[in-house]
């Protein structure tokens, strides 16, 4: 009964720490700076709990009615999360801090008064009792991740969360006491083998280098496995798991011998040894994650066994030297149950030595992560175990052979460090998780193909720019390609020209994500008077430099003014009215992207649009299915309610929406193209006229409005699209339903269509050179055959003589073929 408690109540507390993060991350914003002050709130209210209310169980007549109290009050402070969140931001900002540390505070007393509970002797019952508290702490990060936030979101989970607490202290309260579990432990004769502040102060020093290992972990894995919400449910699930394997170890009978000190010691100098050992193979994580890919198909039932998958390589990768860590709280309970004090304030004190070092690896990881990057951030960590349990050791080694055996490991630590070989970062910058495609191939000799031009970490991401040898450049994030100045360049462009010719009169205008610069430095060849810029990665500024020779170098631009922070707090402050509005984030299958989809993001950023302002959302078809399409158009809808869709080659979208019905100045938009800049821009991806442009419209009000159908919108509070975009990544489907719904095809609603405006205010049909523009502009798309077949039959019954139509069709022939 006692490890089932232990057991439930590791998931609850797991889940909370998921939940608050989540939650407070759309209160303060998406920043690694507001996310590392998240974390060490409920770390340091876990390790004041965790002392304070230890010791107050030492008091109290029976631990398990304390537990059972303690559950009760958790489950309260859960109930009141939504309510209070859920009030305007000024409120919710102090509020949901205090909250979050309110229950915190209540979580770090659980597992002392379980270890009280669960008498006997202290390293094996604190081991027994930890293992399965790390068990099901596991296992709730797991059921967060994949069940609890896709299917009830944030609002629900947190009642749901409290029902399992609230159950928890009924089950307690009902229980029966033992009495051996009432007393404190005798002082033994190993109290004065080791002092005690010595074995606290490794205890903080390990719990400080473990956070900040799991901060480069976590970077890791991402550049390995990719940046999805599963992927990082994944890692923190595997390092608790080895934390459970550990205490578990810890809990068997040890040798008599065995003095306590040098076990807590010898566990800290093998975490950082076999870390150490493991770095070679974590520089090829990636190359691992690739293989493993190329093991499953694409159903659904794939998706979750390639997940499981994914698991066990973090296992594999973590187990070594988090199982390690894992030994540590059993030993270090067992030193402060020496003494004379209570068993639930022994554990409490190691409990809070250690959380209390999480918060300051916590920071450490922050600040140090861009300095030293993840393998630099790794090597430290192992530097601090092997010194915290080299002191361990030394206090407890004979005083004459200390300094041989201190002289003898620091130099052969020192040789191990300098004999392991450096990373080759093009092995992790290359995305390969997303890469089936490399299976008959040598991917070492493939990945040794490209420069690494830049490489950055950011405290959010990792920044890298890649020059293949035709001389393309790709920006990467977490090894997904973000921008680049081959295949991407067309989208990068209309998507800064297409707002503001259909605004030509724009004077203010704001693009939300910088990529390479090339939609900024599409915008500002407009004479806009300012153009602001939101970019929560300054890496990615920095990595623009090197697509000047496309970008225009827009950050050299005077008009221009570039905001290093989230998106979603920008649009949350007042500020001036935009006649435009750009957004290019990343894909939605990446954790905390899906936000910017969401009906809270869309309303805030109406809220900054002038009344007759335009705003530009970029959206994929590919690695996306048809329900997440229509979700994303229906939000954006809700919004915007005159929405028209622009399709470009096949692959990616142009959101074009408006609180008013889009009526272009085309004589403005003419004037406007006519500049050299703007023709010159255009002629970079070979669109040639504005009937060019204006044909890659795909959908009209009406049709827009069918496509997006009724039914719920993204919302924040049910991330919904960031935990099925993943799926439809993995399953490598594509998005049909725009082309079904394509006005082109239909002449009844082409009409409708800006092209035949354009054509009709003009007076005269499409030109041969515009047909010819037009055809060049789709030969190549699949997609587009069905179209050319009637563009053709148009183009020859107005210019039957014209020679281009005769290498049109052979052209089309050809391809057809």
């Excluded at 349990?389 to 005083?399: K, Q």
């Excluded at 272009?664 to 442009?693: C, I, M, N, Y």
Aim: glycine share 10%; charged share 20%.
């Amino acid at each position: 009964m006692l490890l089932a408690l232990s057991f439930f109540s590791g998931a609850a507390g797991l889940v909370y720490e998921v939940l608050w993060a989540r939650r407070l991350a759309l209160v303060f914003g998406s920043t690694a700076l507001a996310q590392t002050l998240t974390l060490a709130a409920f770390l340091a209210g876990l390790a004041a709990g965790s002392i304070v209310l230890g010791r107050a169980c030492d008091r109290a007549a029976g631990p398990l009615r304390f537990y059972g109290a303690l559950e009760w009050a958790i489950a309260l402070a859960a109930l009141a999360a939504p309510p209070l969140l859920a009030l305007p931001l000024g409120a919710a900002r102090p509020l949901g801090p205090a909250l979050l540390l309110l229950q915190a505070f209540l979580i770090g007393g659980t597992l002392p008064a379980l270890c009280r509970a669960a008498g006997g002797e202290a390293q094996a019952s604190v081991g027994r009792v930890y293992a399965v508290n790390s068990a099901g702490a596991a296992a709730g990060c797991l059921a967060a991740g994949f069940w609890l936030l896709p299917a009830l979101g944030l609002s629900l989970s947190f009642p749901a969360a409290a029902a399992l607490n609230a159950a928890l202290g009924v089950w307690a309260r009902l229980a029966r006491e033992a009495p051996s579990t009432v007393a404190g432990e005798k002082p033994r004769a190993e109290a004065a083998q080791t002092p005690l502040g010595l074995v606290l102060g490794a205890v903080l020093l390990s719990g400080c280098a473990a956070l900040a290992c799991e901060v480069a972990w976590t970077r890791l894995l991402a550049l390995a496995l990719g940046s999805s919400a599963y992927s990082f449910c994944e890692m923190l699930a595997a390092l608790i798991a080895g934390l459970a394997v550990g205490s578990a170890a810890a809990a068997r009978p040890a040798p008599r011998r065995a003095r306590p000190a040098v076990v807590l010691g010898a566990a800290l100098v093998g975490a950082g040894l076999s870390l150490l050992l493991l770095l070679p193979a974590y520089g090829r994580l990636g190359l691992y994650a690739a293989r493993l890919r190329l093991l499953f198909g694409t159903s659904a039932a794939d998706f979750y066994a390639f997940e499981a998958a994914k698991l066990a390589l973090c296992v594999a990768a973590l187990l070594p030297p988090s199982a390690c860590l894992g030994a540590v709280l059993p030993v270090c309970a067992r030193l402060a149950s020496s003494r004379e004090r209570g068993r639930a304030a022994a554990v409490g004190a190691a409990l809070c030595a250690n959380t209390a070092g999480n918060v300051l690896g916590a920071f450490a990881g922050f600040w140090l992560l861009p300095s030293l990057g993840i393998e630099g951030l790794l090597k430290a960590g192992t530097t601090v175990f092997a010194a915290a349990g080299g002191a361990l050791l030394w206090s407890a080694a004979r005083p004459g052979s200390r300094a041989a055996w201190a002289a003898a490991a620091a130099l052969a630590w020192v040789g191990l460090r300098a004999a392991l070989p450096r990373w080759d970062m093009r092995l992790l910058c290359q995305g390969l998780y997303r890469a089936p495609w490399l299976e008959s191939r040598d991917l070492d000799a493939l990945l040794r193909r490209p420069k690494l031009l830049f490489y950055r970490e950011d405290r959010e991401a990792s920044v890298a720019v890649l020059e293949d040898p035709g001389g393309l450049r790709s920006l990467r994030v977490d090894g997904k390609t973000d921008a680049s100045s081959g295949a991407d360049m067309r989208t990068q462009i209309e998507l800064g020209e297409l707002p503001l010719l259909l605004r030509p009169r724009a004077r203010r205008a704001l693009v939300i994500g910088w990529g390479s610069g090339v939609t900024a430095g599409s915008m500002l060849r407009h004479p806009l008077e300012r153009l602001d810029a939101v970019e929560l990665l300054p890496g990615v500024a920095r990595a623009s430099a090197f697509f000047g020779a496309v970008n225009g170098e827009p950050l050299s631009d005077r008009r221009l003014a570039l905001s290093i922070e989230d998106a979603k707090t920008f649009l949350a402050r007042q500020g001036p009215a935009y006649d435009v509005i750009v957004s290019e984030p990343s894909n939605p299958w990446m954790a905390g992207v899906g936000d910017l989809f969401s009906r809270q993001f869309y309303g805030r950023a109406a809220a900054r649009l002038a009344p007759d302002g335009v705003m530009a959302q970029w959206f994929h078809v590919y690695e996306m299915n048809d329900d997440l399409l229509r979700l994303v158009v229906r939000t954006f809808r809700a919004s915007f309610p005159h929405v028209a869709i622009w399709s470009m080659r096949g692959s990616d979208l142009i959101l074009v929406g408006s609180r008013r019905p889009l009526a272009p100045d085309f004589a403005a938009l003419e004037g406007r193209w006519r500049t050299p800049g703007v023709r010159a821009d255009f002629e970079r991806v070979a669109v040639s006229f504005p009937a060019t442009l204006l044909g890659e419209q795909a959908a009209g009000e009406r049709s827009a409005a069918a496509l997006a159908g009724d039914g719920p919108l993204a919302d924040e509070l049910r991330p919904v699209l960031e935990y099925e975009a993943p799926k439809a990544f993995f399953r490598e489907t594509r998005a049909g339903a725009i082309y079904a719904l394509d006005d082109r095809g239909d002449p009844s609603r082409r009409r409708e269509l800006l092209l035949a405006r354009y054509l009709a205010w003009r007076g005269r049909p499409l030109g041969s050179l515009e047909y010819a523009d037009r055809f060049l502009d789709a030969v190549d798309v699949p997609r587009e055959r069905p179209r050319l077949v009637e563009l053709l039959a148009d183009w020859a019954r107005r210019y039957p003589r014209d020679p281009r139509l005769a290498r049109a069709r052979a052209d089309f022939g050809r391809i057809g073929r």
